[in-house]
């Protein structure tokens, strides 16, 4: 999913060279809406852990939520590590694992917990989710379990974030069945750029097997050191083969995430005046230009 500029090639030029080496453009805070529903569903995935994802998940979500969407995350990963950013029981309580083994009756409004900021709501995870593919593989239409889990509350929220788990196994692909979007966290190092061919290859035997309607929505460059030359040629490479697929905004490496995440925050509530926190607003602000979000 792309957007043209349409503005005559002069003031293009007189914008400033972003990361990404186009223009860096400064995206339009997004209009209020008139009605919240039904809501976009976006899988964030990538097979490589440790790329961001989780932590992209946490803060594009309170960032869409300072801008007046419902929100809704999906703990789709046995570690957790979603639910753990946020002060929510996982022990104990309904998680997705018991909505993914329940009858398509069950109400998944029951796991359903909301977090410390207004308009961002989680149902989270813990390890039992592990033994999902077990009990999954034998069940009828198996990889559209999410999909009917969501199909009940879609019309409560505006977004539907899920962060995956780092596998290409039944569970992403659940996600990727379910999802109308995809959004890659990719972090700007040479490891984590060798399997985005392969995740991309998975989205589209997804879109042609399960989903015609799955889009990608965009490759995000995170962990992004502008010091070191790795990090700007990893970055180069991905835009020379992804070209207007990967997002102009870059979320550059800094010790304000993992300082959030021991604190049980969103960077925009730990650090809301850090440039880490204005960059996850302007990845909200890009991805609703083109089309991500309402």
């Not at 976006?42 to 801008?67: D, I, R």
């Not at 309904?94 to 909505?99: K, M």
């Not at 199909?151 to 780092?166: A, E, F, M, N």
């Not at 010091?227 to 207007?244: M, N, P, W």
């Amino acid at each position: 999913m792309t957007v043209l500029d349409t503005r005559p090639d002069d003031e293009l030029e007189r914008l400033p060279i972003g990361p990404t080496g186009r223009p860096a453009h400064e995206f339009p805070v997004p209009a209020p809406l008139a009605q919240h529903g039904p809501a976009r569903i976006v899988a964030l995935c990538n097979q490589k852990g440790g790329v961001g994802k989780t932590t992209t998940t946490v803060n594009l979500g309170a960032a869409l939520a300072a801008y007046g969407r419902r929100v809704l995350l999906i703990d789709f990963d046995p570690q957790g590590a979603l639910s753990a950013n946020f002060k929510v029981q996982t022990e104990d309580v309904p998680t997705i694992y018991e909505l993914l083994l329940g009858s398509s009756r069950t109400d998944p409004r029951i796991a359903i917990q909301h977090t410390q900021i207004e308009g961002l709501d989680i149902i989270p995870a813990n390890i039992d989710l592990s033994a999902a593919e077990v009990h999954l593989v034998n069940e009828v239409a198996r990889e559209q379990s999410l999909a009917r889990v969501l199909r009940h509350v879609v019309d409560d929220y505006d977004v539907v974030l899920i962060d995956c788990q780092p596998s290409l196994g039944l569970l992403t692909v659940n996600a990727l069945t379910a999802a109308h979007g995809v959004v890659i966290p990719l972090a700007c190092e040479y490891f984590a750029l060798r399997g985005v061919a392969l995740l991309v290859e998975t989205i589209e035997k997804v879109r042609d097997r399960l989903n015609p309607a799955i889009a990608l929505d965009g490759i995000v460059g995170t962990m992004y050191d502008p010091r070191t030359l790795h990090s700007r040629e990893v970055l180069d490479r991905v835009v020379e083969a992804f070209d207007e697929d990967v997002l102009e905004t870059v979320i550059s490496r800094t010790v304000k995430f993992p300082d959030a995440s021991v604190a049980r925050e969103p960077i925009l509530e730990y650090a809301p005046e850090h440039r880490a926190a204005e960059a996850y607003l302007q990845l909200a602000r890009e991805l609703v230009v083109r089309g991500a979000f309402a």
